[in-house]
Protein backbone atom coordinates (compact mmCIF):
# COMPACT_ATOMS: atom_id res chain seq x y z
CA UNK A 1 0.00 0.00 0.00
CA UNK A 2 1.47 3.47 -0.66
CA UNK A 3 1.67 6.06 1.48
CA UNK A 4 -0.97 9.22 1.30
CA UNK A 5 1.02 11.95 2.45
CA UNK A 6 3.85 12.77 0.45
CA UNK A 7 3.31 16.17 0.34
CA UNK A 8 2.30 17.81 -3.23
CA UNK A 9 2.36 21.58 -1.93
CA UNK A 10 2.96 23.33 -5.39
CA UNK A 11 0.53 20.81 -7.18
CA UNK A 12 -2.35 21.95 -4.74
CA UNK A 13 -1.65 25.56 -4.60
CA UNK A 14 -1.82 25.51 -8.29
CA UNK A 15 -4.79 23.51 -8.34
CA UNK A 16 -6.72 25.91 -5.52
CA UNK A 17 -5.38 29.04 -7.16
CA UNK A 18 -6.08 28.08 -11.13
CA UNK A 19 -8.73 25.35 -10.90
CA UNK A 20 -7.12 22.99 -12.73
CA UNK A 21 -3.29 21.10 -12.36
CA UNK A 22 -1.14 19.56 -14.89
CA UNK A 23 0.40 16.28 -13.61
CA UNK A 24 3.09 14.81 -16.47
CA UNK A 25 4.09 11.39 -16.79
CA UNK A 26 2.09 10.13 -14.54
CA UNK A 27 1.61 7.03 -16.91
CA UNK A 28 4.45 5.22 -18.51
CA UNK A 29 4.51 4.66 -22.16
CA UNK A 30 3.91 0.72 -21.98
CA UNK A 31 0.59 1.82 -19.65
CA UNK A 32 -0.08 4.47 -22.12
CA UNK A 33 -0.11 1.77 -24.67
CA UNK A 34 -2.28 -0.43 -22.70
CA UNK A 35 -4.98 1.48 -22.03
CA UNK A 36 -4.83 2.90 -25.85
CA UNK A 37 -5.56 -0.65 -26.79
CA UNK A 38 -8.13 -1.32 -23.94
CA UNK A 39 -10.06 2.10 -25.27
CA UNK A 40 -10.02 0.73 -28.84
CA UNK A 41 -11.52 -2.15 -27.97
CA UNK A 42 -14.57 -0.68 -26.27
CA UNK A 43 -14.80 1.59 -28.74
CA UNK A 44 -14.99 -0.95 -31.40
CA UNK A 45 -17.44 -2.78 -29.32
CA UNK A 46 -20.09 -0.17 -29.03
CA UNK A 47 -19.34 1.42 -32.74
CA UNK A 48 -20.41 -2.20 -34.29
CA UNK A 49 -23.30 -2.31 -32.00
CA UNK A 50 -24.46 1.63 -32.55
CA UNK A 51 -27.41 2.67 -35.23
CA UNK A 52 -24.68 4.59 -37.40
CA UNK A 53 -21.83 2.71 -37.98
CA UNK A 54 -18.46 4.06 -39.04
CA UNK A 55 -16.29 6.17 -37.46
CA UNK A 56 -18.24 7.78 -34.24
CA UNK A 57 -17.23 8.95 -31.61
CA UNK A 58 -18.06 7.38 -28.02
CA UNK A 59 -18.85 8.84 -24.43
CA UNK A 60 -19.59 6.13 -22.27
CA UNK A 61 -20.60 6.49 -18.81
CA UNK A 62 -20.10 4.17 -15.90
CA UNK A 63 -17.26 2.36 -18.24
CA UNK A 64 -15.17 0.28 -15.31
CA UNK A 65 -17.19 -2.63 -16.59
CA UNK A 66 -15.80 -3.19 -19.96
CA UNK A 67 -12.09 -3.78 -18.91
CA UNK A 68 -10.88 -4.94 -15.92
CA UNK A 69 -7.55 -2.57 -16.27
CA UNK A 70 -9.66 0.30 -16.32
CA UNK A 71 -10.36 -0.24 -12.15
CA UNK A 72 -5.84 0.39 -11.77
CA UNK A 73 -6.73 3.93 -12.49
CA UNK A 74 -9.09 4.24 -9.99
CA UNK A 75 -6.00 4.18 -7.32
CA UNK A 76 -3.28 5.65 -8.99
CA UNK A 77 -0.74 6.71 -6.12
CA UNK A 78 0.49 10.30 -7.71
CA UNK A 79 -3.45 11.30 -8.89
CA UNK A 80 -5.53 9.98 -5.37
CA UNK A 81 -2.68 12.11 -3.55
CA UNK A 82 -3.48 15.57 -5.26
CA UNK A 83 -7.13 13.86 -4.68
CA UNK A 84 -6.62 13.75 -1.49
CA UNK A 85 -4.37 16.44 -0.31
CA UNK A 86 -7.43 18.53 -1.47
CA UNK A 87 -10.62 16.74 -0.46
CA UNK A 88 -9.26 14.75 2.44
CA UNK A 89 -9.41 11.14 2.78
CA UNK A 90 -13.32 10.52 2.53
CA UNK A 91 -14.05 9.89 -0.71
CA UNK A 92 -15.12 8.02 -3.25
CA UNK A 93 -15.39 8.15 -7.19
CA UNK A 94 -18.73 8.87 -7.97
CA UNK A 95 -18.88 9.59 -11.93
CA UNK A 96 -16.54 8.08 -14.58
CA UNK A 97 -16.38 8.11 -18.51
CA UNK A 98 -14.70 7.14 -21.30
CA UNK A 99 -14.34 9.56 -24.55
CA UNK A 100 -13.33 9.06 -27.98
CA UNK A 101 -13.05 11.70 -29.95
CA UNK A 102 -12.03 11.09 -34.10
CA UNK A 103 -11.14 14.11 -36.03
CA UNK A 104 -13.73 16.14 -37.12
CA UNK A 105 -14.42 18.50 -40.33
CA UNK A 106 -17.28 20.71 -39.90
CA UNK A 107 -16.89 23.31 -36.80
CA UNK A 108 -19.25 23.33 -33.87
CA UNK A 109 -21.78 26.17 -32.94
CA UNK A 110 -22.75 24.80 -29.60
CA UNK A 111 -21.80 26.50 -26.88
CA UNK A 112 -20.11 23.50 -24.98
CA UNK A 113 -18.21 25.80 -21.50
CA UNK A 114 -19.25 24.37 -19.20
CA UNK A 115 -18.90 23.45 -14.85
CA UNK A 116 -19.50 20.12 -14.09
CA UNK A 117 -22.37 19.25 -11.45
CA UNK A 118 -25.38 19.65 -13.52
CA UNK A 119 -28.45 20.72 -11.49
CA UNK A 120 -25.76 21.12 -8.22
CA UNK A 121 -25.06 24.58 -10.21
CA UNK A 122 -28.86 25.73 -10.16
CA UNK A 123 -29.83 24.41 -6.97
CA UNK A 124 -27.01 25.85 -4.39
CA UNK A 125 -27.41 29.33 -3.66
CA UNK A 126 -23.68 30.12 -2.51
CA UNK A 127 -20.95 32.52 -4.64
CA UNK A 128 -18.78 30.95 -5.78
CA UNK A 129 -20.60 27.45 -5.36
CA UNK A 130 -18.55 25.14 -3.24
CA UNK A 131 -16.37 22.37 -4.80
CA UNK A 132 -18.24 19.31 -4.28
CA UNK A 133 -15.72 17.41 -6.40
CA UNK A 134 -12.65 16.82 -8.08
CA UNK A 135 -12.29 15.88 -11.64
CA UNK A 136 -9.26 13.80 -13.39
CA UNK A 137 -8.91 13.74 -16.97
CA UNK A 138 -6.22 11.07 -18.15
CA UNK A 139 -5.04 11.34 -21.59
CA UNK A 140 -3.64 8.76 -24.08
CA UNK A 141 -3.18 10.31 -27.22
CA UNK A 142 -0.86 13.64 -27.81
CA UNK A 143 -2.34 17.04 -27.61
CA UNK A 144 1.07 18.76 -27.59
CA UNK A 145 -0.14 21.09 -29.97
CA UNK A 146 -3.52 23.15 -30.05
CA UNK A 147 -6.71 21.93 -32.19
CA UNK A 148 -6.41 17.94 -31.35
CA UNK A 149 -9.79 17.75 -28.90
CA UNK A 150 -7.63 19.60 -26.08
CA UNK A 151 -8.76 20.00 -22.90
CA UNK A 152 -10.19 23.91 -22.60
CA UNK A 153 -10.15 26.12 -19.85
CA UNK A 154 -10.64 29.05 -18.42
CA UNK A 155 -7.74 29.19 -15.40
CA UNK A 156 -9.11 30.73 -12.18
CA UNK A 157 -12.61 30.98 -13.31
CA UNK A 158 -13.62 28.13 -10.66
CA UNK A 159 -14.69 30.95 -8.38
CA UNK A 160 -17.20 32.40 -10.94
CA UNK A 161 -21.07 31.19 -11.15
CA UNK A 162 -21.03 32.60 -14.45
CA UNK A 163 -19.16 33.73 -17.46
CA UNK A 164 -20.14 36.28 -20.12
CA UNK A 165 -21.05 34.87 -23.74
CA UNK A 166 -18.76 36.39 -26.17
CA UNK A 167 -21.41 37.31 -29.76
CA UNK A 168 -18.07 34.33 -31.49
CA UNK A 169 -17.77 32.15 -28.50
CA UNK A 170 -14.30 32.95 -28.09
CA UNK A 171 -13.90 33.53 -23.81
CA UNK A 172 -11.24 36.19 -23.46
CA UNK A 173 -8.46 34.08 -21.04
CA UNK A 174 -9.26 30.69 -22.29
CA UNK A 175 -6.21 28.18 -23.16
CA UNK A 176 -5.74 24.64 -24.62
CA UNK A 177 -4.38 22.33 -22.11
CA UNK A 178 -0.98 20.58 -24.00
CA UNK A 179 -1.04 17.19 -22.70
CA UNK A 180 1.33 14.40 -23.77
CA UNK A 181 0.16 10.51 -23.41
CA UNK A 182 0.34 9.67 -20.36
CA UNK A 183 -0.34 13.19 -18.44
CA UNK A 184 -3.28 14.12 -16.35
CA UNK A 185 -5.11 17.02 -15.56
CA UNK A 186 -6.89 16.94 -12.25
CA UNK A 187 -9.49 19.87 -11.74
CA UNK A 188 -12.34 21.60 -9.71
CA UNK A 189 -15.56 20.81 -11.20
CA UNK A 190 -16.53 24.15 -10.84
CA UNK A 191 -13.78 25.49 -13.49
CA UNK A 192 -15.18 26.15 -16.65
CA UNK A 193 -13.99 24.00 -19.49
CA UNK A 194 -14.84 22.14 -22.48
CA UNK A 195 -13.53 19.88 -24.75
CA UNK A 196 -11.84 21.83 -28.43
CA UNK A 197 -12.43 20.47 -31.63
CA UNK A 198 -10.36 17.90 -33.10
CA UNK A 199 -9.27 18.95 -36.47
CA UNK A 200 -5.53 16.69 -36.39
CA UNK A 201 -5.13 13.50 -37.90
CA UNK A 202 -5.18 11.29 -35.01
CA UNK A 203 -8.45 10.23 -32.57
CA UNK A 204 -8.23 11.61 -28.83
CA UNK A 205 -8.79 9.42 -26.18
CA UNK A 206 -9.45 10.29 -22.95
CA UNK A 207 -10.68 8.29 -19.19
CA UNK A 208 -12.16 10.13 -16.43
CA UNK A 209 -13.12 10.09 -13.11
CA UNK A 210 -14.41 12.36 -10.49
CA UNK A 211 -14.04 12.01 -6.58
CA UNK A 212 -16.44 13.32 -4.16
CA UNK A 213 -16.74 13.27 -0.29
CA UNK A 214 -18.47 9.58 0.67
CA UNK A 215 -21.31 11.55 2.23
CA UNK A 216 -23.00 12.70 -1.05
CA UNK A 217 -24.70 9.50 -1.40
CA UNK A 218 -27.58 8.23 0.87
CA UNK A 219 -25.92 7.60 4.21
CA UNK A 220 -27.89 5.40 5.89
CA UNK A 221 -28.97 1.60 3.96
CA UNK A 222 -32.50 1.35 4.96
CA UNK A 223 -33.14 -2.00 3.47
CA UNK A 224 -36.75 -1.92 3.64
CA UNK A 225 -39.32 -4.86 3.71
CA UNK A 226 -40.29 -5.88 0.11
CA UNK A 227 -43.67 -5.65 2.26
CA UNK A 228 -42.92 -1.60 3.00
CA UNK A 229 -41.88 -1.24 -0.08
CA UNK A 230 -44.50 -2.19 -2.36
CA UNK A 231 -46.92 0.38 -1.04
CA UNK A 232 -44.77 3.45 -0.78
CA UNK A 233 -45.99 6.00 -3.38
CA UNK A 234 -43.71 7.16 -6.38
CA UNK A 235 -42.45 9.75 -4.28
CA UNK A 236 -41.81 8.23 -1.51
CA UNK A 237 -39.82 5.64 -3.23
CA UNK A 238 -37.40 8.33 -4.58
CA UNK A 239 -37.35 10.24 -1.04
CA UNK A 240 -36.17 6.68 0.32
CA UNK A 241 -33.72 6.21 -2.41
CA UNK A 242 -35.58 3.58 -4.39
CA UNK A 243 -36.95 5.40 -7.35
CA UNK A 244 -35.81 3.80 -10.34
CA UNK A 245 -33.95 6.79 -12.24
CA UNK A 246 -31.12 6.79 -14.20
CA UNK A 247 -27.57 8.96 -13.13
CA UNK A 248 -29.07 11.44 -15.91
CA UNK A 249 -32.61 11.64 -14.79
CA UNK A 250 -30.76 12.34 -11.23
CA UNK A 251 -28.30 14.31 -12.16
CA UNK A 252 -30.55 16.82 -14.92
CA UNK A 253 -34.29 16.29 -13.38
CA UNK A 254 -35.70 19.14 -15.56
CA UNK A 255 -35.67 16.43 -18.51
CA UNK A 256 -37.75 13.51 -17.12
CA UNK A 257 -40.48 12.83 -14.71
CA UNK A 258 -39.38 13.56 -10.91
CA UNK A 259 -42.05 12.43 -8.50
CA UNK A 260 -41.48 14.64 -5.35
CA UNK A 261 -41.90 17.60 -8.32
CA UNK A 262 -45.47 16.16 -8.91
CA UNK A 263 -46.09 15.56 -5.33
CA UNK A 264 -45.55 19.43 -4.50
CA UNK A 265 -47.03 21.07 -8.04
CA UNK A 266 -45.37 23.76 -10.04
CA UNK A 267 -44.28 25.46 -7.21
CA UNK A 268 -41.79 23.35 -6.72
CA UNK A 269 -38.05 23.56 -7.97
Not at 203 to 209: D, I, N, Q, Y
Not at 240 to 262: I, K, N, S
Request: charged share 25%; glycine share 6%.
Amino acid sequence: MYALTEPSTDVVTHLETEGYVLLRNVLPPEAVADFSLAVDDVWRRHRDTAPRRGVTPLHLLAFLNEDRRFLDLLDQPRVLTTIVDVLGPNIFMYHCHLDVHPPEDAPSHRWLWHQDGGIQNRDVETDPRPRLSLKVAYFLTDLRDPGRGNFLVVPGSHVRNTLPRPADDRLPGAIPVLAAPGDVVVFDRRLWHMRGPNHSDRVRKALFFAYTYRWIRPRDDLDLDASIAEHLTPAQRQLVGLDDATTFDRWMPDHTALAVRDLVGEGGP
